[in-house]
Each structure stands twice: as C-alpha cells, then as structure tokens.
C-alpha cells in the first residue's frame, strides 16, 4: 500500500510539472544600460508592459501573451519579437548598438533571429537618403531589397510559410508607404523648389514675448521644425534638436519650432496654447519657440503641404526654400546639408 501512494504521489507531481504555464518568461542582458532603462514589450492589439532593467544590465519577467508577433522596444530603438506562453525567451544587446548586436536565444530564437536580420536588410537597402534618389533608384533599392529578403528566407528551413504570411504582406505594405512618400516628397520638390520664396506667416506667438513673422528671421538660415506636443516623434526628435543648437550657436543659423496644436486634440485652443507653453518649460526647449494662427489649418502650413510631423524645412538668409522636407536632427544627413552651406 505505501508503494502505492508514492507512486500516485510522483504521479500527480509530474503531472503539476508537465502542465504548460500561462506566461513566457523573458530575460536578458542590456550592455551599457542607462540605470534607468526600461524595456517595453507592446503589440497592436493594445498590450503594453514595461520591464525593469537592473542595474547590472540583466532584467527577467514573466508575461501571459497571446501567441505571435510583438514589438520590443529600447528607447527610440525597436524590434520584432515573437512570444508563446510557456517559452522561455532570452536576448542581449548593447544599448549602443542595437541592431548590430541584438541576438536571441531560447525558444523560437529561429524566429526572433530572422526578425531582426530582416531590420539588418531593410537599413543596408533602404538608407537615410532614399527619399531624394530617382524613382528608377527607388525602385531600383526595393528590388534588390526583396531579393535580399527572398535569399534570407531560403536559409531559415525550419520556419514554415504560416509564419513568413505576416512578414510577406508587411513587406508589401511597407513599400507601399514609401512609395506613397517617394511620390509625395517629389511632388512637394515641383511645387516649392530649391530657390523659391519661402510661403510666408506673420505674427505667430512667441513663447518669450510678443509675436514673429518670417520677415523677422532673414539674415540667417533657418531650420524649422513643425511639431506638436501629442506627437510621440516629435518628442523624439526634441534631444536630439537642443544637441544641434548647441553645436551651431553663433553660426549663421536659427532653429524655430513652430507648433500646430489646436483645439482638434486639446478640446479648446486656449488649452492647446497651455499644453504647448508646459512642454516647453517641462523640457527646457530652446531656440525660437512660435505658436501657429490656427493649428493645421494655418496658410503656412498647408502651403507647405504638411500632413504629417515632425517635418523640417531649411530656408536661405534672403527667405528662400533649401529644403522644403529637410532632413531630421537625428539624421546625419542634416550635418552634411548644413556643411555643404558652410553654414
């Protein structure tokens, strides 16, 4: 009879053993970690959660997931991940050099791994400067990129079609979103080209006193940057900008950010005027700080077709258009812009 009982008792232990949990655990290595890093795992479907990262730059958490494809991010860094309950997933990276050093292990590496040589593919093809070339370089970009991408597939044997479906249409999706903006930004080139009188606005707030035109700015180029204080790029672009005007200050340059909150988020334009009047100060920003007459809907703004921000725009000393769609702070083609102005 005691033989029994232990028996039924190891029994029923491996039975609690082999019951598959309802969560993945995630950890991982983050080489030279902010003390205050954070990782985020989120998806479309509105799942969010923030991981901890320690100080030593290791960081381990459990959570319940729907089985498929969410997105890891470091900062302004991001990658595909794919989560299952009742795996054990493990990646390590230097937060220095994301894409180059991101490497996955445990279950499902295979999957993870492909995702992020994808990302290596899409930078090596799909450069900074793209949107300028022709659209037989366009193309050109895209064709050799799906070869690449094909060639990639081939190598990963142990990933099956249901997996790649995804990844299929969002490649397909995703060059129709840069051709959209190829075919836009050239457009945009036709109607305001290099050289052209700048579109013109007058007495826009200053958030230091009184109001400025863009008469008030010749003499020097100006680089402006069309935001608004909801737009999570914008923000991003916010550090980045403030290291640029500490590089160039007192070049021949002056960096205005002109705001287009409205009453259309904000609930009234008075609010809109106190949200974009908080961040300022919240963030310490710098350079010339303008509120726009009516938001989106300001003659500035339409007349440089702006339907989307953050969009930057470069102007001449006299008031004429360099770049209608300049580059972005973040982007070292702007430092390369400014130089070929001997700026």
């Known amino acids: 009879m005691k033989i029994y009982i232990l ?7 491996l039975a609690c053993e082999s019951k598959p949990k309802n969560y993945v655990t995630l950890t991982g290595n983050v080489l030279n970690s902010n003390p205050t890093k954070t990782i985020t795992i989120l998806n479309r479907e509105g799942y969010k959660k923030e991981i901890k990262v320690n100080a030593d730059g290791t960081f381990s958490d459990t959570l319940n997931v729907k089985e498929g494809q969410y997105m890891f991010t470091d900062g302004n860094e991001y990658a595909n991940i794919y989560l299952k309950n009742n795996n054990t997933t493990t990646l390590n990276f230097d937060a220095d050099k994301f894409n180059e050093t991101l490497i996955f292990s445990g279950n499902d590496a295979d999957k993870n791994n492909f995702y992020i040589e994808n990302i290596r593919l899409q930078e090596q093809y799909l450069t900074e400067d793209l949107m300028s070339k022709s659209e037989e370089d366009f193309d050109k970009a895209f064709t050799d990129l799906k070869t690449a991408y094909t060639e990639l597939k081939s190598t990963k044997t142990g990933l099956d079609d249901a997996f790649f479906q995804t990844i299929d249409t969002e490649f397909e999706n995703m060059y129709k979103v840069y051709k959209r903006y190829h ?17 013109d606005f007058k007495d826009y707030e200053n958030y230091n006193g009184g109001s400025t035109s863009l008469s008030d700015l010749k003499g020097k180029y100006t680089y402006f940057d069309i935001w608004a204080t909801w737009c999570g790029p914008c923000k991003v672009e916010i550090p980045h900008l403030k290291a640029l005007e500490k590089q ?20 009234s334009f008075e ?11 919240d963030k310490n920003m710098g350079g010339i700080q303008l509120f726009s007459d009516s938001g989106w809907r300001s003659d500035f703004i339409q007349a440089y077709q702006i339907k989307g921000i953050p969009r930057f725009i470069l102007i001449d000393p006299n008031g ?24």
């Open 248 to 267: 160039y200050h007192g070049k021949n340059i002056q960096f205005v950010s002109i705001s287009v909150d409205d009453a259309g988020r904000s609930g």
């Open 320 to 343: 004429d258009i360099i770049s209608p769609d300049a580059p972005r702070p973040s982007n070292p083609e702007l430092i390369k812009l400014f130089n070929s102005l001997n700026i």
């Open 183 to 199: 075919n836009e930004k050239h457009a945009l080139l036709k109607i305001l080209p290099k050289g052209s009188p700048s579109p």
């Open 7 to 13: 028996a039924v008792l190891a029994l029923a232990i």
């Open 271 to 281: 609010k809109a005027k106190l949200d974009w009047k908080q961040m300022i100060a």
